[in-house]
């Protein structure tokens, strides 16, 4: 862990494979991760037109009353919310070319929406080759092998998207098969803004962190991710990982990867199906053998304790709260940005 080889180092987890320990005591609230993602990619699918429109390079929202935004020169579809945002952008002529052709693929338009969100990944990839092949490498380093549907996908996507870059950074379909098994392993969601009365945040963008994919899950985490804002355009993509909890020396720390709000069955299933594995965390344990919703309300456990005091009461939201960087009373919910004053008691 580079930039922050003082607070954290990586180590293997009995079970899990590598995870992150904190290599000093740690103070709840304290920053552990700031970091640019190796690759980033819309979530809209190729064939429908997205919610809202957003700046291709930042993914914050442009403002419905912005008059002629700047756009890719080489198209003009695709919108940036500023000038430095389009001068930053790794929106590449070839990227570019490649989406064009695919909203005209009528094999792709036939496939399911997954698959033209899949085809924006092939396609950030190739552009990596192109101009940041060191990531590529990175990427391949990160967790994760391709199965029969990665593999059928990946052979699809690769005949369609490979012809339309030149021939010095055409990916192989078994390099597809690989980065598209990192990405479903590893990827991080950047959410629309929270609305108290709108429907559950949808998706604008996959990004995929080289430090940040290392942190394992744990359904009583001792760190999150803070994602609530559309804040500083060219930097609005990194991810920045913050303590919940003071952690000692030589602990895991570990991140939700779902809302910790969520019940037993549920964070079960989606462990199972998006991530391949079972948690085994105390409040796992514990959650199993629960029945009713009543011994949840009624009982003093830790876990209990935890999620009053770490989860958002603000309506459709349930995100996680932190304190405030050291010293600090105040909690801030990572999910809509919410705060609290701590109170220990319970
Ligand atoms: C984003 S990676 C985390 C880093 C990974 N352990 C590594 O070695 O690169 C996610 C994968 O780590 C493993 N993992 C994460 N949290 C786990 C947990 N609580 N129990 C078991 N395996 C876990 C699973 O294989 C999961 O698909």
Redesign the pocket.
Known sequence: MAASSCLLRVEEIG?????VVAAQPLKAGQTLLTESPLIVYSASPLFSSPPFKHCHHCFTIIPSHTINPPSCPSCSHHLFCSQTCLNSSSHSPWACKALTSLTNSTPLQQQPQERQVQARFVVAAHDLLLHTPSHINMLLS??GTPDAAIIDAANFLHSLISPLFPPHSQLSADLVAQLMAKDR??SFCLMHPYSPHGPQRSIKAYTVYAKA??????CLPNACRFDYVDTSEEHNTDIVVRLVEDVPEGKEV?ISYIRVGRDYCTRKRILMED???T???DRCKIEASWGSQGEKENNDLPHVRFLRKHVCEKENCAGTMAPLPPPSHVLECNFCGNFKTHCDTP
Do not use: I
Not at 15 to 19: E, H, M, P, S, T
Not at 213 to 218: D, E, I, K
């Open positions: 079970g899990k494979g590598r995870g990160l967790q392993l590893n994919s290392l942190f394992n899950h744990s570990c991530y391949g594995f948690c085994e965390c």
